[in-house]
Nanobody, 117 residues
Framework: VQLQASGGGLVQPGGSLRLSCAGS????????MGWYRQAPGEQREMVAT???????KYGDSVKGRFTISRDNRKNTVYLQMNSLKPEDTAVYYC????????????WGQGTLVTVSS
């Protein structure tokens, strides 16, 4: 399974960015897709996840500002990030896992998001 993330970059505080992650190499039915992030010196944390049925979870720090969505036909998950803050600066990683047989989990390469004036 491969995950290809894109959309990171430099943005000013208060700005917006949209991340995309396309999956390939397996069926993505019953797969939970999501975004995690890791800032320098920090542990990786969950940003948002979405199941194939549309169940969504957000990390507390992004609720009300970030929106996760997915296109099951394209095996693609999106993260719309609004009202960005300097503390959102991190490497963002796409993740996918299938919790039912056949079980698997995969990480995409990170994409850097920098929020700075």
């Amino acid at each position: 399974v491969q995950l290809q993330a894109s959309g990171g970059g430099l943005v000013q505080p208060g700005g917006s960015l949209r991340l995309s992650c396309a999956g390939s190499g397996s069926s993505f039915s019953a797969v939970v897709m999501g975004w995690y992030r890791q800032a320098p010196g920090e542990q990786r944390e969950m940003v948002a996840t979405i199941s194939s049925g549309g169940t969504i979870k957000y990390g507390d720090s992004v609720k009300g500002r970030f929106t996760i969505s997915r296109d099951n036909r394209k095996n693609t998950v999106y993260l719309q990030m609004n009202s960005l803050k300097p503390e959102d600066t991190a490497v963002y990683y796409c993740h996918a896992k299938r919790p039912v047989t056949p079980v698997w989990s995969s990480w995409g390469q990170g994409t850097l998001v920098t929020v700075s004036s």
